[in-house]
């Protein structure tokens, strides 16, 4: 209502157990993906204007409903993830399938994947590359405006957190 219908969603399933138990949630990779999914569910009924009552291994609900419905008739779920469980959501419930800047021989083959697995559920998904630019008038501008956001780190400091991502995250 604040922004007229101007909203969309994007579902995070999660990739830092860590952090996901500091929110009370100890779900592991597949299981998070299967609460998602029950998740939106529950939430697309909800949009559609029903009174839902659900109960998945993960969500339960009676009787629910909005009490106040969003202004525009939809509300676009925007969604990304690699693994087979994302896929699967991605293609079952979502509007939008978001991938990363990856090379483009994997983002095609993940993209591929989802319009697949969407066409087997009778769905067609849109798709969205989750970027970082850097646009400058030449490319040696681009590259010393990215050099000076890394300038103060070593190394050493961007592998160790590399690392840590790689250890933290099951995503």
Known sequence: RISNGRVLVNLVAGGDSRELA???IFLNHDARYAHAAEFLHVY???LARETVSFHGEHVHVEGGRLLFPPVQ????????????????????QTDVYLTWGEPLEQAAEKIEAVRKRAKANGREVKFGLRIHLIVRETEAEA????????AHLSDEAIAAA???FAQESDS
């Not at 779920?77 to 994302?86: E, M, N, Q, T």
């Not at 590259?143 to 890394?150: G, N, P, Q």
């Open 162 to 164: 590399q690392r840590k």
């Open 73 to 92: 008739k939809t509300v676009p779920v925007w969604f990304g993830g690699s693994s087979d469980p994302a896929l699967d959501l991605a293609a079952a």
């Open 22 to 24: 500091g929110d009370g």
């Open 143 to 150: 590259w010393a405006v990215a050099d000076k956001l890394i």
């Open 44 to 46: 697309r009924r909800l």
